[in-house]
């Protein structure tokens, strides 16, 4: 790791020690311009690193450069602009002659710096810093790089972004600069999902959601292929589901998403904003933010989250159409460098699994089609919907701490209505239980009016009807 570089190359104590601090800055700095930064940023942040890499060098034995980090976000600064005024005091480490007179530049060049400046250019500095050093190869990333990790965002690109958001008002920005510390996590690196795990997870759902096995078999295939593939290469083809409402779509995303252990974002392609979603807006925007991609991305440890893109036949041509984003995303070649609008630097976004769901292919894009793996999701038979009525009632137990217990006739007379959807179905077990806590009850019926005209008339002839939670 990086952060593991030791500052043993300065000779402390010797007339060379200033020498030996410049020659690592100018190694360390010498392939590292960003077009975001200029000459004079540039200059600062090189000599700040001069005189932090010679004042850990003398304090700390066996210094790192993660102690350099540490000492720009020292919390014991009462603010960044104490930091710079550290070195007009700091005299151990400034005591050869060169060094003293090297100090003496520094803090003239330094005096003029407010206290907000200060703030933006030790953001600016840790960025340039981090990315310097890995771009410098004095340790290069890839060697520890773990062998199941691929690049998403270049430290580089990012620390051109944070200087593009520095100059953004405190609104704005302070979300932005959390996202892009996110992004520099790990050096920008995010993991791909061990195949043969997800393949075993993938497995036991199969068995669960019967009218989902043919995606799940899809997926279970390009598992077997990604699994002897290098982290690069991996890669799941975008799936589009045709079926209508509550029958499972979702449900499906949610399982291969449990399966490989990665996040899950759902975004609506009908939105009138839709393509604002994906991409970020530009910050000259009042209500610019950066986009859902960039930002998931960033906050978690995988490179293929997860992200169901719902209603694709609702696509509508208007003035921000999401179509063209969405191509562009479904393309492993464009995919590979998506610009997010808001930081205005790209991102490798190829690895993201996508999604999509419909009720038919009326009204889905032809294009669309041509880059997605269909599959049709019919409805769940009565045997998997009382698998999830009782699926739902453990949940609600778990949550709820309560021993409630549901009734087994008015369960399985729920599960025969075909014409009551997974989410009406879902939504008639958490009004029962509310029903049954609110009065003090252990049992749950499913009563709702619908599948109670159900129960009365097949109930009739019984010797007696369950009783009404009232």
Same mark, same amino acid.
């Given at each position: 790791m990086l952060e593991n570089f030791k500052l043993d190359c300065i000779r402390c104590e010797t007339v060379h020690d200033l020498a030996d601090a410049v020659a690592l800055a100018t190694k360390v700095?010498?392939? @590292?311009? *960003?077009?975001?930064?200029?000459?004079?940023?540039? =200059?600062? @942040?090189? !000599?700040?690193? %001069?005189?932090?890499?010679?004042? %850990?060098?003398? *304090?700390?034995?066996n210094g790192m450069f993660?102690?350099?980090?540490?000492?720009?976000?020292? #919390?014991?600064?009462?603010?960044?602009?104490?930091?710079?005024?550290?070195? $007009?005091?700091?005299?151990?480490?400034?005591?050869?002659?060169?060094?003293?007179?090297?100090?003496?530049?520094?803090?003239?060049?330094?005096?003029?710096?407010?206290?907000?400046?200060?703030? *933006? +250019?030790v953001k600016q500095c840790r960025f340039h810093w981090k990315s310097a050093l890995r771009i410098s190869g004095i340790n290069q990333r890839e060697k520890s790089c773990p062998s199941d990790c691929v690049s998403v965002f270049k430290q580089e690109l990012v620390a051109s972004a944070l200087h593009i958001t520095a100059a953004l008002r405190a609104d704005k920005n302070s979300g932005a600069t959390l996202i892009l510390e996110n992004a520099q996590v790990n050096e920008g690196y995010r993991t791909v999902p061990n195949a043969r795990i997800a393949r075993a997870n993938l497995e036991k759902a199969k068995g669960k959601f019967e009218n989902l096995a043919e995606p799940i078999n899809r997926l279970q295939s390009r598992l077997i292929l990604a699994g002897c593939m290098r982290p690069?290469?991996?890669? /799941?083809?975008?799936?589009?589901? +045709?079926?209508? #409402?509550?029958?499972?779509?979702?449900?499906?995303a949610m399982q291969l998403a449990k399966s490989l252990d990665v996040p899950m974002e759902k975004i609506s392609a009908g939105s009138a904003q839709g393509a604002f979603q994906f991409t970020g807006s530009h910050t000259s925007w009042a209500s610019a933010? #950066?986009? &859902?991609?960039?930002?998931?991305?960033?906050?978690?440890? &995988?490179?293929?989250?997860?992200?169901?893109?719902? =209603?694709?036949?609702k696509i509508r041509d208007a003035q921000y159409p999401v179509l063209p984003v969405l191509l562009d995303l479904l393309e492993r070649e464009t995919a590979k460098r998506f610009k997010d609008e808001f930081f205005e630097m790209t991102f490798d976004a190829s690895? %993201?699994?996508?999604?999509?769901?419909? !009720?038919?292919?009326?009204?889905? #894009?032809?294009?669309?089609? @041509?880059?997605?793996? /269909?599959?049709?999701v019919p409805r769940p038979l009565p045997r998997q919907r009382l698998r999830i009525i009782e699926e739902v009632a453990n949940s609600l137990r778990a949550k709820t701490r309560m021993s409630i217990a549901l009734d087994k006739t008015t369960s399985v007379i729920l599960s025969e209505r075909m014409? %009551? $959807?997974?989410?009406?179905?879902?939504?008639?077990? =958490?009004?029962?239980?509310? /029903?049954?806590?609110?009065s003090g009850e252990s049992d749950a019926f499913l009563y709702g009016d619908k599948c109670m005209k159900q129960y009365r008339s097949d109930a009739l002839g019984r010797s007696e009807l369950p009783r009404t939670i009232h």
């Amino acid at each position: 790791m990086l952060e593991n570089f030791k500052l043993d190359c300065i000779r402390c104590e010797t007339v060379h020690d200033l020498a030996d601090a410049v020659a690592l800055a100018t190694k360390v700095f010498a392939d @590292s311009k *960003t077009p975001a930064m200029d000459k004079a940023t540039f =200059e600062l @942040s090189k !000599n700040l690193f %001069i005189g932090v890499a010679l004042d %850990i060098a003398y *304090t700390k034995k066996n210094g790192m450069f993660s102690d350099m980090l540490d000492f720009l976000t020292d #919390p014991g600064w009462d603010s960044p602009l104490q930091m710079f005024h550290h070195f $007009d005091r700091a005299g151990e480490a400034f005591q050869q002659k060169d060094a003293a007179a090297w100090r003496t530049e520094f803090m003239k060049t330094t005096a003029h710096i407010s206290r907000d400046m200060a703030t *933006t +250019l030790v953001k600016q500095c840790r960025f340039h810093w981090k990315s310097a050093l890995r771009i410098s190869g004095i340790n290069q990333r890839e060697k520890s790089c773990p062998s199941d990790c691929v690049s998403v965002f270049k430290q580089e690109l990012v620390a051109s972004a944070l200087h593009i958001t520095a100059a953004l008002r405190a609104d704005k920005n302070s979300g932005a600069t959390l996202i892009l510390e996110n992004a520099q996590v790990n050096e920008g690196y995010r993991t791909v999902p061990n195949a043969r795990i997800a393949r075993a997870n993938l497995e036991k759902a199969k068995g669960k959601f019967e009218n989902l096995a043919e995606p799940i078999n899809r997926l279970q295939s390009r598992l077997i292929l990604a699994g002897c593939m290098r982290p690069d290469d991996f890669y /799941i083809p975008p799936m589009l589901l +045709l079926g209508e #409402p509550g029958i499972g779509k979702t449900c499906l995303a949610m399982q291969l998403a449990k399966s490989l252990d990665v996040p899950m974002e759902k975004i609506s392609a009908g939105s009138a904003q839709g393509a604002f979603q994906f991409t970020g807006s530009h910050t000259s925007w009042a209500s610019a933010r #950066p986009g &859902s991609l960039f930002t998931l991305l960033a906050a978690g440890k &995988s490179a293929t989250p997860i992200v169901i893109v719902d =209603e694709v036949d609702k696509i509508r041509d208007a003035q921000y159409p999401v179509l063209p984003v969405l191509l562009d995303l479904l393309e492993r070649e464009t995919a590979k460098r998506f610009k997010d609008e808001f930081f205005e630097m790209t991102f490798d976004a190829s690895k %993201i699994i996508f999604v999509l769901t419909a !009720n038919s292919l009326d009204g889905v #894009p032809p294009a669309l089609i @041509s880059r997605c793996e /269909i599959f049709e999701v019919p409805r769940p038979l009565p045997r998997q919907r009382l698998r999830i009525i009782e699926e739902v009632a453990n949940s609600l137990r778990a949550k709820t701490r309560m021993s409630i217990a549901l009734d087994k006739t008015t369960s399985v007379i729920l599960s025969e209505r075909m014409d %009551i $959807d997974l989410r009406g179905m879902t939504r008639l077990v =958490e009004e029962a239980f509310a /029903i049954a806590i609110q009065s003090g009850e252990s049992d749950a019926f499913l009563y709702g009016d619908k599948c109670m005209k159900q129960y009365r008339s097949d109930a009739l002839g019984r010797s007696e009807l369950p009783r009404t939670i009232h």
